[in-house]
């Protein structure tokens, strides 16, 4: 909930900190809002905007864009712990400090609100005290049902599973360990549990629920369907973010992504071997996941999308778009593959392709790009490869000096793979989304409470 204008001032030059007791108010400027109060507003949208999605360049062209809306210069430093914002000149200058960014989360809805908030403040209809207030109903606002999310990400785990050539026993299996692992993420998040521990106990249960169904199918390899319900737990916008900030300059926010990444990928490795060993089922390093003909490629990429859209809370009148970017990226990928080309430049094309796509659409609809993006190209991020490297690594500390040089060749190769082609769809999506079209020019923000 927002603080109260008198909560935000403080004395020039000294350091406001959520929380902390009013001081003396200084004077608005001649274009409306005062500095502590463009300050206030600034690090409020920037902290909903790193933690729901956006890559850290957007979002400090966002907090700047909000000062100079105020009639105030904004200098925005973001950090992986947390957001500091100064504004205003001379005497009236004002700092605030954020409060600790938790852990990054997806929510396009949110990230939406924000913009349809600033487009009105750009066109004069919103003033200081209606943005606060759209930012608050921006927090609060609540998601898809979760009866609809599980199925959606069940459906998502069952195409990821159809995409990586599983047969359909393994397709039923990964669709039940998508409706437990989101019943499960979504009470872990609600109980506060530390995200690591939660991801690696989310993994355990649904890789154990799918490799018990799959023994229903005698003959049948659990490897596909252990994948696939890890997949769904990979960290694919942060991983991505992670790029973007990287090439965009931003390094301290995109090491802190990619190894928060990186950890959790290891995190959901470790827990599929753990589940593998409790079952008994093998799980090679080796055993690379197959491929689709193109048409059945292109439907169950647009089914892997529903998912994600709806665990990111994409509305649901935009769903189809986010499916239309997924058949575009993925479906691109494949037809290049079958004609001969790099899985690498396929990657970035199909990213390419996928964020072109949704640019056009954001101009149509008016909201940001990666409200179709994001769950248009997860389905292409490296998951099955950073799982094998990850059971690779742990295979390594086990074996120890009699580990054979064919399973470290192979460990090295998927890490490398993972990490190529992770920063090929990142880059995929920077040059498409540097295509988007602009917003409006700005113009001011009026008076707080006029």
Request: proline share 6%; hydrophobic share 55%; glycine share 12%.
């Amino acid at each position: 909930m927002s603080q109260t204008v008198a909560d935000l001032v403080t004395r020039p030059g000294t350091v406001s900190v959520p929380g902390a007791g009013p001081g003396p108010t200084s004077a608005p400027s001649e274009a409306g809002a005062s500095p502590d109060l463009a300050a206030h507003l600034a690090l409020r949208v920037g902290r909903l905007l790193l933690v729901n999605g956006a890559d850290t360049r957007s979002a400090l062209a966002r907090m700047e864009e909000v000062g100079a809306l105020a009639g105030h210069r904004v200098r925005a430093l973001a950090l992986p712990e947390g957001v500091i914002v100064t504004a205003g000149d001379g005497p009236a200058e004002r700092t605030r400090l954020g409060r600790t960014i938790p852990a990054l989360g997806v929510d396009m809805a949110r990230l939406g609100a924000v913009e349809g908030a600033l487009d009105e403040v750009r066109a004069g209809t919103l003033d200081a005290t209606g943005l606060d207030a759209r930012l608050d109903a921006a927090e609060r606002a609540q998601g898809h049902p979760g009866w609809l999310v599980a199925a959606g990400v069940g459906v998502t785990a069952a195409a990821l599973a159809r995409l990586f050539g599983a047969d359909w026993p393994v397709v039923a299996a990964a669709f039940a360990a998508g409706l437990v692992s989101t019943v499960l993420r979504r009470r872990f998040a609600a109980g506060g549990l530390n995200p690591f521990a939660a991801t690696l106990a989310t993994a355990l249960v649904s890789g154990l629920v799918a490799v018990l169904l799959i023994r229903l199918a005698p003959g049948t390899s659990a490897v596909l369907g252990l994948t696939a319900a890890g997949m769904i737990l990979v960290p694919g916008v942060p991983l991505v973010n992670g790029v973007r900030d990287l090439v965009t300059g931003h390094v301290g926010t995109a090491v802190a992504r990619l190894a928060t990444g990186a950890a959790t990928v290891l995190a959901i490795g470790f827990a599929l071997v753990l589940a593998a060993g409790l079952t008994g089922a093998a799980l090679p390093v080796g055993e690379a996941p197959g491929r689709l003909p193109v048409w059945q490629d292109l439907v169950f990429s647009a089914a892997a999308a529903i998912g994600y859209a709806l665990l990111f809370n994409v509305p649901a009148r935009l769903v189809p778009i986010c499916m239309a970017c997924s058949m575009a990226s993925h479906g691109l990928r494949t037809a290049l593959a079958e004609s001969g080309v790099d899985l690498l430049a396929g990657s970035a094309l199909g990213a390419l392709a996928a964020g072109v796509v949704a640019g056009l659409a954001a101009t149509r609809c008016r909201v940001p790009a990666v409200t179709f993006a994001f769950p248009g190209i997860v389905a292409m991020i490296p998951g099955s490869y950073g799982f094998r490297a990850a059971i690779g690594g742990l295979h390594l500390m086990t074996e120890g000096a009699g580990t054979s040089a064919a399973l470290v060749a192979e460990t090295v190769s998927l890490s490398l793979t993972t990490a190529a082609m992770t920063v090929a769809i990142g880059i995929g999506l920077v040059v498409a989304l540097a295509l988007v079209p602009g917003r409006p020019a700005s113009s001011h923000l009026p008076p707080h409470g006029a």
